[in-house]
């Protein structure tokens, strides 16, 4: 299985992006997913997760009220809503299986993509 992004690409301070994730052949319910980033010469950084037990939903400190995560699972698609982008945001994103908790996310090393590069330009 691999997942592949896309939806990323280059905006404007304030702008708005929304990712997508494929996952052919992998059903969406089967592990917590998540949205992580790293930048280069970053630490990978989790920004959203959505938990496969009651669809909850976390979000990295840097990310609430701004990004919104949401899933069709009919389709097998994982989505992140991205508003009001800011220049600290430009990284590569790239969805995973996850741990999720409120404390933090975890990136769990079963299936991810390559991600979808993101740039935001002051």
């Known amino acids: 299985v691999q997942f592949v992004e896309s939806g990323g690409g280059v905006v404007q301070t304030g702008g708005s992006l929304r990712l997508s994730c494929a996952t052919p052949g992998f059903t969406l319910t089967t592990y917590g997913l998540a949205w992580f980033r790293q930048a280069p010469g970053n630490e990978r950084e989790g920004v959203s997760c959505i938990s496969t037990s009651d669809s909850s939903t976390y979000y990295a400190d840097s990310a609430k009220g701004r990004f919104s995560i949401s899933r069709d699972i009919a389709n097998n698609i994982l989505y992140l809503e991205m508003n009001n982008l800011k220049p600290e945001d430009s990284s590569l994103y790239y969805c995973?299986?996850?741990?999720?908790?409120?404390?933090?996310?975890?990136?769990?090393?079963?299936?991810w993509g390559r991600g979808t590069q993101v740039t935001v330009s002051s």
């Open positions: 995973a299986t996850a741990y999720c908790s409120d404390m933090n996310i975890f990136f769990r090393a079963v299936y």
